[in-house]
Antibody
Framework: EVQVVESGGGLVQPGGSLRLSCAAS????????MSWVRQAPGKGLEWVSV???????YYADFVKGRFTLSRDHSKDMLYLQMNSLRAEDTAVYYC??????????????????????WGKGTTVTVSS | SYELPQPPSVSVSPGQTASITCSGD??????TCWYQQKPGQSPVLVIY???KRPSGIPERFSASISGNTATLTIRETQAMDEADYYC?????????FGGGTKLTVL
């Protein structure tokens, strides 16, 4: 079965740090594009970060400089290092696989991404 | 920053058709996905690449895009379709989610 499992959430004080982990079964984290999405209590989905080929990573503006997405290829794990945490970072953090379809054009190939495998999430609470 | 406004709520009677919209600047030049999230559960992909339906998603779910508005349509709505629905667009290499629409099946 294809699935991802997040871990590492917990209670942390404002200004503290936490590292979330994401493990996959049925596919390889190292060779897939992966993303983190969060959901604050009672709120909507909010994209956090994504990693593409060559470990090229992108971040939402509100986490730039504070969060770092990385992959350990030897362990086939995805991580989200979260520093300088704030109360507003309190959320369920989901790990998701990013799949894609392609459409070959005359000059180039277009990629159409989507998030097709989601974990159950891990809860991060930032509070004193 | 790029935004995708959605109506906060939509109500539909069982058996009827529900439509949920998502608008964004130059959305027609990007591409959209739609996710369903039931209470206490993780999101599920129901539409990708504007109109494509993943395997396992009922044919009752369809989507379209016209100009800067994407629309998710659920025909013959059932009680099990009651959920939050989120549109998503890929803005260059980053991702944006709509605010979500709560679908209530009355």
């Amino acid at each position: 079965e294809v699935q991802v499992v997040e871990s590492g959430g917990g209670l942390v004080q404002p200004g503290g740090s936490l590292r979330l982990s994401c493990a996959a079964s049925g596919f390889t984290v190292s060779t897939n594009y992966m993303s983190w999405v969060r959901q604050a209590p009672g709120k909507g989905l909010e994209w956090v970060s994504v990693v593409y080929d060559g470990d090229n990573t992108y971040y939402a503006d509100f986490v730039k400089g504070r969060f770092t997405l990385s992959r350990d290829h030897s362990k086939d794990m995805l991580y989200l290092q979260m520093n300088s945490l704030r109360a507003e970072d309190t959320a369920v953090y989901y790990c998701a696989r990013v799949g894609y379809t392609t459409l070959a054009g005359y000059y180039s190939t277009s990629y159409y991404y989507y998030m097709d495998v989601w974990g159950k999430g891990t809860t991060v609470t930032v509070s004193s | 920053s790029y935004e995708l406004p959605q109506p906060p709520s939509v109500s539909v009677s069982p058996g009827q058709t529900a439509s949920i919209t998502c608008s964004g600047d130059k959305l027609g030049n990007k591409y959209t996905c739609w996710y369903q999230q039931k209470p206490g559960q993780s999101p599920v992909l129901v539409i990708y690449h504007d109109t494509k339906r993943p395997s396992g998603i009922p044919e009752r779910f369809s989507a379209s895009i016209s100009g800067n508005t994407a629309t998710l349509t659920i025909r013959e709505t059932q009680a099990m379709d009651e959920a939050d629905y989120y549109c998503q667009a890929w803005d260059s290499s980053t991702v944006v989610f709509g605010g979500g629409t709560k679908l209530t099946v009355l």
